[in-house]
């Protein structure tokens, strides 16, 4: 199993079972519970420890976020936005 299908597989899961939550105010260890499951069927399957997928699952999630945020202050810097304070709304 890639990185990357890990990460889908769990992100998918987490949008079921994470849906109706409010992640800033629900403790990021009852969210991680929430997604044990899923990790245990991972670490089934990829010969992997669950804790190596918890891991794992942090670095990509986290440098996914990384991307996102980077490629959203690059569409915004060729919107010609530079200062999102500026913004209308």
Do not use: H
């Not at 519970?33 to 942090?58: C, H, N, R, T, W």
Request: charge should be negative; avoid cysteine; charged fraction near 30%.
């Amino acid at each position: 199993m890639t990185d990357q299908e890990i990460l889908n597989e769990i992100n998918k899961y987490a949008e079921t079972v994470l849906g109706d939550i409010d992640p800033q105010k629900t403790p990021v260890s009852t969210q991680l519970e929430k997604l044990k499951p899923k990790m245990e069927e991972i670490a089934s399957k990829s010969g992997l420890s669950v804790e190596d997928v918890f891991i794992k699952y942090m670095d990509l999630a986290s440098a996914q976020k990384v991307k996102m945020e980077k490629d959203f202050k690059d569409t915004m810097e060729q919107a010609g936005v530079t200062d999102l304070g500026s913004l209308p709304f």
